[in-house]
């Protein structure tokens, strides 16, 4: 990203950024897209205050300068559920000197140790709000690291493959069926699928006992909890891809009976995801 400093020189300035995601029912319902917001606003907040400096200001006073980014970025995105905790600024190189005739190189210095990154929030249920309204003081929160480099992007890790299809999620699910799942869950799921053809099938997960079941059809007993959904959407939980509360608060999925219950399909689903 090209910047202006106020000596009229112009820098080529990136920042690498690491914040962690304090309220998952916030930045879902707040934002339609978290990263790209958070790209956006630090991007903003990163022209604003280094057309305010000098090249040499930003040579000399960098950390100071990363830790006002910092507590500005925070302002804004603390309300999306989202905290800043590290701002790292990355120089390109000097692009204009200075008005003045300052030619002294930009000099780099060396970078700030990261910090170790959590493991993103996964599964898909997990993020409901009922789910951590009641539990907010047990979860740990989301940890992530947003790159503005000198061309504005963001850094995405490669999708995993994962099954295209209810029939190839079925199967993945069976593989993994063990005792120690069924002891972690220890709950029914019958599912509700609608297809694209207007035709509707059901499926089971039964994780109540033994080594726990699942296939076509329905329970012979009554399920803990009933997901209604399309097969599309289905999929897409289990990758990642779709984000459960915005489902369910537009009726895209439903779910009858036990919410909660609900929840503890984030083990089955951390184990598809290894």
């Known amino acids: 990203m090209k910047v202006i400093t106020r000596?009229?020189?112009?820098?080529?300035?990136?920042a690498d950024i690491q914040f962690r995601i304090w309220n998952p029912v916030m930045s879902v319902v707040s934002v339609q897209d978290l990263n790209a917001s958070t790209r956006m606003t630090a991007q903003?907040?990163?022209?604003?205050?280094?057309?305010?400096?000098?090249?040499?200001?930003?040579?000399?006073?960098?950390?100071?300068?990363?830790e006002y980014l910092g507590i500005d970025i925070n302002e804004m995105t603390h309300p999306w559920g989202l905290e800043i905790d590290r701002v790292e600024l990355t120089f390109g190189g000097l692009l204009k000197a200075p008005n003045e005739g300052q030619t002294a190189p930009l000099t780099t210095?060396?970078?700030?140790?990261?910090?170790?990154?959590?493991?993103?929030?996964?599964?898909?249920?997990?993020q409901l709000a009922m789910h951590f309204l009641s539990h907010s003081g047990n979860s740990q929160p989301q940890q992530n690291c947003l790159t503005l480099p000198n061309e504005v992007s963001i850094e995405v890790d490669a999708?995993?493959?994962?099954?295209?299809?209810v029939e190839e999620l079925l199967s993945g699910v069976q593989m993994i069926l063990s005792e120690t799942l069924v002891q972690q869950v220890g709950a029914c799921f019958q599912f509700e699928i609608s297809t694209a053809d207007g035709q509707q099938r059901q499926y089971y997960l039964d994780?109540?006992?033994?080594?726990?079941?699942?296939?076509?059809?329905?329970?012979c007993r009554?399920?803990?909890?009933?997901?209604?959904?399309?097969?599309?959407?289905?999929?897409?939980?289990?990758?990642?891809?779709l984000r459960p509360l915005a489902a369910y608060t537009s009726g895209s999925l439903k779910v009858q009976g036990d919410v909660k219950m609900a929840m503890k399909l984030e083990e089955l689903i951390k184990q598809l995801k290894k």
């Open 7 to 14: 000596d009229g020189g112009m820098l080529l300035v990136g």
């Open 44 to 66: 903003n907040a990163l022209t604003h205050s280094l057309s305010k400096k000098t090249v040499r200001e930003i040579q000399t006073e960098r950390v100071k300068l990363e």
């Open 109 to 126: 210095p060396p970078p700030v140790p990261s910090a170790p990154t959590l493991e993103g929030l996964t599964g898909s249920l997990q």
């Open 159 to 165: 999708a995993v493959a994962a099954p295209g299809s």
């Open 207 to 219: 994780l109540s006992q033994g080594s726990g079941a699942a296939g076509s059809g329905s329970l």
């Open 222 to 241: 009554e399920a803990d909890v009933t997901l209604s959904m399309s097969d599309c959407d289905l999929v897409d939980m289990f990758q990642g891809r």
